[in-house]
């Protein structure tokens, strides 16, 4: 089962001392709505084959310059390449599976919040289309995984973090706690002149709970974060490279702790998740990097 090995062999191996996270519980039900609990779905009909978007758009965009997240099963990924970031999209969960993004200085402009959630467009027809609806009096905020502070160089960019393909339930004390204190350290490492490349997504039980029409409440959310100098690749990752990985509960209790508390390693997020990680980094770099569990 997903929640015991996100428990046994993920936050439990968090090694930095006093930042073990808790371990992860189904989300508690909140007072305006309890989220329904579905099993998994089979794919939309009339999809014959595993769902595609734009998958080698995706795998050639500089979001994703360390490596296209991939599990091990394609079923239920929608690539989309919305310029401002590149996602995997889940019809079957309503909700991304993941999005990457590069964050550098000149992505910080002063464009406001453009404030705007919408459906995504970009979705085939025959795809649900989550909608501002499927949030109210559900209990959970819609969490950006890309957050519109990262993208304030274009009115164009700060409205497309508002699709719903970027968005996932979170509770409030989850979204306007650790995870937006983890937003403001990349940020302000990026003010510093770093180039950091950030992959965000949710860990999710099976069967995993709902809200609205169907979209899938997350019971924990992840981030990996690279820095990097401008112009780096992945040829440049080294075993001395600052990679930080968070998995934070998306439970009651969550916005009680900093968030250097839910630090963890790659490793873990990948056993968490079923994703695969920095894939375009060398193998034996990967092996350092991905297993420790590094602090700011």
Not at 39 to 60: C, D, F, I, K, Y
Request: proline residues 8%; contains cysteine.
């Amino acid at each position: 089962m997903l929640l015991l090995l996100v428990a046994r062999f993920g936050l439990l191996e968090c090694r930095a001392e006093n930042a073990r996270p808790p371990a992860l519980a189904p989300p508690a039900p909140v007072e305006s709505s309890s989220p329904r609990t579905v099993a998994p779905q089979p794919a939309p009909v009339g999809s014959s084959s595993p769902l595609r978007g734009s998958e080698a758009t995706v795998s050639s965009s500089v979001h994703v310059a360390l490596g296209t997240p991939r599990d091990g099963d394609p079923s239920d990924e929608f690539f989309i390449d919305q310029r401002a970031f590149v996602l995997s999209y889940s019809p079957e969960k309503r909700v991304p599976n993941w999005v990457a993004w590069q964050l550098d200085r000149g992505h910080l402009g002063h464009i406001g919040r453009q404030r705007e959630f919408r459906p995504d467009l970009a979705l085939p027809a025959r795809f649900y289309r989550v909608k501002d609806s499927d949030y109210v009096r559900s209990g959970y905020d819609r969490g950006h995984l890309c957050p519109s502070a990262d993208r304030q160089d274009s009115t164009q960019s700060n409205a497309r973090t508002f699709l719903f393909t970027n968005i996932a339930p979170q509770l409030h004390e989850l979204n306007s706690g650790p995870w937006e204190q983890l937003e403001s350290w990349t940020r302000r490492r990026a003010k510093r002149g770093d180039v950091l490349y950030v992959v965000a997504g949710g860990v999710f039980s099976a069967p995993f709970s709902t809200i609205g029409n169907g979209v899938a409440v997350p019971v924990a959310h992840f981030k990996i974060i690279v820095v990097l100098k401008p112009g780096q690749g992945a040829r440049d990752v080294n075993e001395r490279t600052e990679v930080l990985a968070a998995l934070m509960p998306n439970q009651r209790g969550v916005g009680e702790r900093a968030w250097t508390e839910y630090l963890t390693s790659v490793d873990a997020i990948e056993r968490a998740s079923g994703y695969d990680f920095l894939s375009a980094v060398p193998e034996r770099v990967q092996r350092v990097i991905e297993a420790r569990t590094a602090r700011p």
